[in-house]
C-alpha cells in the first residue's frame, strides 16, 4: 500500500510560480513510478507530469512543457512539481498518482499518463492562478 498526501497549493497571481509536494508512505516507494494529474471544475481529470522510477525519464502535458519539472527526492519519499509562469488557466485541483511498473497495463513502461494506469491516488491540492 501507498498513501499520498499533495501540498503546496494556494493562490498566486498569473506569472508566478508555486511548488507542489507529494509525500509518500511505503517501503517501495522508490520503485514506483510517479504521476501528476489535474482536476478544473466541469471538466476531466487531464494528465501534467510523469517521473520514472529511478527519476531518470520524465513527461510533460503540452500545455505545461518548460513550464513545469517534475522531479523526486527518494531519500524524503518526495515527488515534486515545480511550477513558473502560471496562467489562469493553470488552475485546478492537483492530484499525485503513484503505479507499481512490474504489473498491470502497460507493465514496464518507464511512465504513465493515463489516469487509469496509476493505483493510488492523493487528496489534491487547490492551486489557483488569478489574472
Known amino acids: 500500500q501507498v498513501q499520498l498526501v499533495e501540498s503546496g497549493g494556494g493562490l498566486v497571481q498569473a506569472g508566478g510560480s508555486l511548488r507542489l509536494s507529494c509525500a509518500a508512505s511505503?517501503?517501495?516507494?522508490?520503485?514506483?513510478?510517479m504521476g501528476w494529474f489535474r482536476q478544473a471544475p466541469g471538466k476531466e481529470r487531464e494528465f501534467v507530469a510523469a517521473?520514472?522510477?529511478?527519476?531518470?525519464?520524465?513527461y510533460y502535458a503540452n500545455s505545461v512543457k518548460g513550464r513545469f519539472t517534475i522531479s523526486r527526492d527518494k531519500a524524503k519519499n518526495t515527488v515534486y512539481l515545480q511550477m513558473n509562469s502560471l496562467k489562469p488557466e493553470d488552475t485546478a485541483v492537483y492530484y499525485c498518482?503513484?503505479?507499481?511498473?512490474?504489473?498491470?497495463?502497460?507493465?514496464?513502461?518507464?511512465?504513465?499518463?493515463?489516469?487509469?494506469?496509476?493505483?493510488?491516488w492523493g487528496q489534491g491540492t487547490q492551486v489557483t492562478v488569478s489574472s
Open positions: 498518482a503513484a503505479r507499481w511498473p512490474g504489473t498491470g497495463v502497460n507493465s514496464g513502461s518507464a511512465y504513465y499518463t493515463a489516469t487509469y494506469e496509476y493505483d493510488y
Open positions: 511505503g517501503r517501495t516507494f522508490s520503485r514506483y513510478a
Open positions: 517521473i520514472s522510477w529511478s527519476g531518470a525519464s520524465t
